[in-house]
């Protein structure tokens, strides 16, 4: 167990939906990553929180959106679903700084019917 | 820009065997860290060994080391004595601050181990 969770585990829904997945971070960890996994991208970074601020954004989507709570939960919202946007969905915390690994927490597989 | 890259798609080993995954990496940055994730096909991403930029000795961790070649830019993944149970994706991943110390992720590689 890393200690991260994610609700839910999975998701189903249709094109044109608005969803919201969920992330509790590691006891003390700052940081909030969200990652999405597809067969045809890979692993990819979409965006970082630290303490509730934006730090830094990767291939995100502009249909998607994401923050971080003062007790530093956060959320990934994704509008207007399409077809393509199936894929796990990763929620990673880390302590600060480039030498400490990230956990991962179980994922979110969505699927878009 | 940072790129991992891992050419091997898919590795075969017999247990008991040592395995050697291969990555290279790119990276402007001074400061970073290595990192390799295991993801078994129930999905989730499993943190398996880390190397910093500036440690001087190949990090190991049980049966994982890391075999680091800073000047080649690799950072190779050794599993001794493999079991059925690393059958698995394995991840190479960086961490530097181009990214907001995100993780950049290679494509994977997929081992499976045999009896």
């Known amino acids: 167990d890393s200690g991260v969770t994610q609700t839910p585990k999975h998701l189903i829904t249709a094109t044109g939906q608005r969803v919201t997945l969920r992330c509790s971070p590691r006891?003390?960890?700052?940081?909030v990553y969200w990652y999405q996994q597809s067969l045809d991208q890979g692993l990819q970074f979409l965006i970082q929180?630290?303490?509730?601020?934006?730090?830094a954004k990767g291939n995100i989507l502009e249909r998607f959106s994401a923050q971080q709570f003062p007790d530093l939960h956060s959320e990934l919202n994704l509008s207007s679903l399409e077809l393509g946007d199936s894929a796990l969905y990763f929620c990673?915390?880390?302590?600060?700084?480039?030498?400490?690994?990230?956990?991962f927490g179980p994922g979110t597989r969505l699927t878009v019917l | 820009a940072q790129k991992i890259t891992q050419t091997q798609p898919g590795m075969f080993v017999q247990e008991k065997e040592a395995v050697t995954l291969d990555c290279t990496y790119d990276?402007?940055?001074?400061?970073?860290?290595l990192f390799w994730y295991k993801q078994p096909s129930s999905g989730e991403m499993i943190f398996l060994i880390y190397?910093?930029?500036?440690?001087?000795q190949n990090a190991t961790e049980g049966r994982y080391s890391l075999n680091f070649q800073k000047a080649r830019k690799s950072a190779n993944l050794v599993i001794s004595a493999s079991q059925l149970g690393d059958s698995a994706m394995y991840f190479c991943?960086?961490?530097?601050?181009?990214?907001?110390?995100?993780?950049?992720f290679g494509k994977g590689t997929t081992l499976s181990v045999s009896s």
């Open positions: 929180y630290y303490n509730g601020e934006e730090r």
């Open positions: 006891s003390g960890d700052l940081s």
């Open positions: 190397q910093g930029s500036y440690d001087e």
């Open positions: 990276t402007s940055d001074q400061s970073y860290g």
């Open positions: 991943a960086m961490r530097g601050y181009q990214a907001g110390t995100a993780l950049i």
């Open positions: 990673a915390s880390s302590a600060s700084g480039v030498y400490n690994e990230q956990f």
